[in-house]
Nanobody
């Protein structure tokens, strides 16, 4: 079983930055791909970014490329999402997610992730 706990959300002005963290428990973290998703008010949960288990391949939603950076520290069982140049449309609850160990499917689909955190609110004011 894997438990995920996000932190780092908050209220920031447009153009500002935040760094989200997701701490994972369990022994399979280093064997799992990790992803970040978000859900805005009245919207479906959508893919934001993902990273493979080695940390050498990353994937992004087109609208966040060049602004957001996903990274991981397997020694600390933690995955990060650096959010720069934030826009009001980035306002959402951000969720961390983990696949099962050695998952080889798509990193973009929520269906590929077995474990989810409780979410952290990011609010960007204009």
């Amino acid at each position: 079983q894997v438990q995920l706990v996000e932190s780092g959300g908050g209220l920031v002005q447009a153009g500002g930055s935040l760094k989200l963290s997701c701490a994972a428990s369990g022994r399979t973290f280093s064997s799992s791909a990790m992803g970040w998703f978000r859900q805005g008010p009245g919207e479906e949960r959508t893919f934001v970014a993902a990273i493979n288990r080695y940390g050498d391949s990353t994937y992004y939603l087109d609208s966040v490329k060049g602004r957001f950076t996903i990274s991981r520290d397997n020694a600390k069982n933690t995955v990060y999402l650096q959010l720069n140049s934030l826009k009001p449309e980035d306002t959402a609850v951000y969720y961390c997610a983990a696949t099962i160990a050695y998952y080889s499917g798509s990193s973009y689909s929520a269906n590929g992730y077995r474990y989810w955190g409780q979410g952290t609110q990011v609010t960007v004011s204009s």
